[in-house]
């Protein structure tokens, strides 16, 4: 191999990024290539964040560009939306492209920017130098000036450098490769900060926002949460430090995963509070969100689809596995809050009830399989309209589902000795260890060796169908008994949040889409008396199924009128109680009470 190919691609790529008006959102970047191309440095910016499934194109806030090298300014033709290529330069003449960033997206996806703090993803604001994205990377991360902030990321400081940065501190960060580079989200600003350790590994939370968390609370709890986890898997922990980054707001939710930290949207009222005695249900939330993201270290981050060897950051990257990685991903999130003992089992199957009860509500689980759902999430599930819930079925949610019935199944029928945990356990050593993709049949073939053929026929069934889960069966094996809440008539809608009774989705085949009324419509009378969305269901539970109403409701600006026939209640509650059989108790407690760490029933 050439000499010189040889120490151009261990020569690092160095960024530096600098908040520099933050009252207008700008990020500096600046990102200088030792040895470039000699036919011309192209560079692109990624059109998508790994583990958010959509095409975001992120290029689309720069603002500014230019190129530069020895002093002088160099050509930059713009290629196509995210790609650009500079002019040739010397051979002895490092190439420097300097660009602006707008960053207003308050979101765990992309950048933010104000006097306040910011935050970054590293998708955002550096742009990929092609043809050399496993050349080291180095990050020169830049202080706004007069302003009292910290850094926080899990990106390793780069020592050795004589700008290395201290923990904590800006300076020098370094990076294996451009993928690693852009796997770890930061934030500035001003923070609360607090540690704990699990698993072998040092965990620290950086709270921003303003709050009143409790955190010796929050950390005790994901302390617990954190270790059942690496014991589940085998320890060590996957990496030597993990970071839970949290932004605190009024109103919002989200969480991304990466390789040593996450990034979170928390509500505040979320957050604990000094002197919360039980664990309120915005607490389980929060926890649980946690507890999602941090099981992504091994489900998705290092167990992970063969599609994405290696990612392709300007296009989609297609798989029908998503149902295994984030719905599976999505079961263990609350199972894990019980098993550690954070929450009781009572707790546990009120999350399990709204989960079972969310699908129910959801025409589309007629129309599209999981397996499909997870194949269109970049055009479908990540790009959702008012017809949505008529149309899809969500991944996430009836992929925990499936993955509750493979485990109850799996248990079922070999009387407690085999479980989904031995699949996921199987799943690391194979695939998580080795760093082998995941082909879109291996899981049904892991799934076929621990449980047996019969098992995973069922299971591609289950992927590749529409068919409602016998879950009421299998849980009442486990002492735990299931009906449907009967509710009052319905006219066949969802409503949107707030007081205005605003249809959010007309259901396909429903009394209202048949009698013309539409998702943007505002119902303001039924039978000539005004309702909002708090008064609807009242009115609604004092006819009967087969009344005529007359509503009224606003279409835009224009008031118009419709008849309607009320339909049966519908069948989407669901209701899960404990039964106390000793031998369903014991079968109960090997599912919900497994591992040294488990909590009490």
Partial sequence: MNLLYINRMTLPIRYAIRPSRPEAHLFEVRCTVSMPDPNGQRFFLPTWIPGSYMIREFARHIVSIRAEAGGRSIALDKLDKHTWRAACVP???????????????????????????????????????????NRPCLVDIQPVCGQDWRVATALPCAQGEPSAAQPWGFGLYRAADYFELIDHPVEMGVFTLDHFNAGGARHSIVLSGRHDCDMSRLKKDLARVCQWQVDFFGAPAPMGHYLFLMRAVNEGYGGLEHRASTALIIRRDNLPYPGMKKVSDGYMACLGLCSHEYFHLWNVKRIRPAAFEPYDLSRENHTRLLWAFEGITSYYDNLALVRSGVIGVGDYLSLLEKNISSVLKTPGRARQSVGQSSFDAWTHYYRQDENSPNAIVSYYAKGALIALALD???????????????????????????????????????VAEIGGSKIARWLHKAVEGTDDLPLAKWLKAFGIRCRIKVGTPSIGVKLGEGKAARIATAYDGGPAQRAGLSAGDTLIAVDGLRVDSNSLPKVLERRRAGDRVEIHAFRRDELMRFELELAPALLDTVQLRLETKPGKVALRDGWLKYGKMGGKC
């Fill in 408 to 446: 109850c199944r799996l248990r079922l029928e070999s009387a407690g000795g085999r479980s989904l945990d031995e699949v996921m356990r199987a799943l690391w050593q194979r695939y998580g260890l080795t760093g082998v993709g995941v082909p879109e049949e291996g899981v049904f073939n892991m």
């Fill in 91 to 133: 051979e002895n003449e490092a190439l420097t492209l300097v660009y602006e960033v707008y960053a207003w997206d308050l979101s765990v996806r992309a950048a933010h920017l104000d006097q306040t703090h910011s935050f970054f993803n590293g998708t955002s604001v550096f742009l990929a130098v092609e043809g050399h994205l």
